[in-house]
């Protein structure tokens, strides 16, 4: 009998083959086939060429483009919870156009893309030795989740986490729908959040955690998420999203 280990790999590749003729990839933003062989790409060239990644100088803390002498105007007379948070894309073109097509029109494919285009945000310098408990999605609302139909945040979690090999934890609840956050300052986030968070279920104590959501503008909310999980008795707290407005 050969080597099963040997075998093994010709008929996976077989397999792919066959998928690939029957199933041919094709690209998540614009729907144009992409031939490939792995199997794995799921945008095309000319869509991948649009998306903005962070570029230049950044706050470590909140992610949010500085000159390299001045002091980030979102960080100033603030005191963070969040050790920081690191965002993959510019909220911007076509990653705007993606995560807004998953939010409001339901897409659900979209959930394989996105949390690829997460996925260069953990290669972060302010990742490094980092050694995360559980990965946690900002909650909606029940309310919101039922017109929904799903938390973007938690589905985004659950893609990271099965890349990362870490545990995700529904720890946080939100008590009260809240106005949405666009077009508020961030003393208004702030007001417009108060109150909204508590812990749902018992934090190991001293966990390193690693909030996850689709869209960080000011922080305020993974903030206020990641003061409530330090309250309950978590040790560190850092976030990522998959774009920083």
Not at 20 to 43: D, K, N
Not at 78 to 88: S, Y
């Amino acid at each position: 009998m050969r080597n099963p280990g040997k075998i093994l790999p010709f008929l996976h590749k077989g397999l792919h083959g066959i998928r690939t003729l029957l199933y041919p990839s094709h690209c998540g933003a614009c729907g144009i086939r992409v031939e490939v062989s792995s199997g794995e790409e799921l945008l095309c060239q000319p869509c991948r060429e649009k998306i903005l990644r962070p570029s230049g100088h950044l706050c470590p803390i909140c992610s949010h483009p500085v000159s390299e002498l001045a002091l980030c105007s979102n960080c100033e007379g603030r005191d963070w919870h969040l050790k920081f948070i690191v965002a993959a894309c510019r909220y911007e073109g076509l990653v705007r156009e993606l995560i807004q097509r998953f939010k409001y029109g339901r897409d659900l494919s979209l959930v394989r893309l996105l949390g690829e285009l997460m996925l260069p945000a953990m290669e972060d310098p302010r990742f490094d030795g980092k050694k995360f408990d559980a990965i946690v999605p900002v909650p909606l609302h029940p309310m919101r989740e039922r017109e929904r139909e799903f938390n973007q945040a938690a589905l985004l979690a659950l893609r990271l986490g099965g890349h990362l090999g870490i545990p995700v934890l529904q720890l946080l609840s939100r008590n009260r729908v809240t106005k949405p956050q666009a077009g508020f300052d961030r003393n208004h986030r702030l007001e417009n959040l108060k109150g909204a968070f508590s812990v749902r279920r018992g934090v190991k104590q001293g966990a390193v955690l690693l909030l996850v959501d689709d869209v960080s503008t000011t922080g305020t909310t993974l903030d206020l998420c990641a003061a409530v999980l330090l309250d309950a008795g978590a040790g560190e707290v850092c976030a990522v999203t998959v774009a920083r407005g």
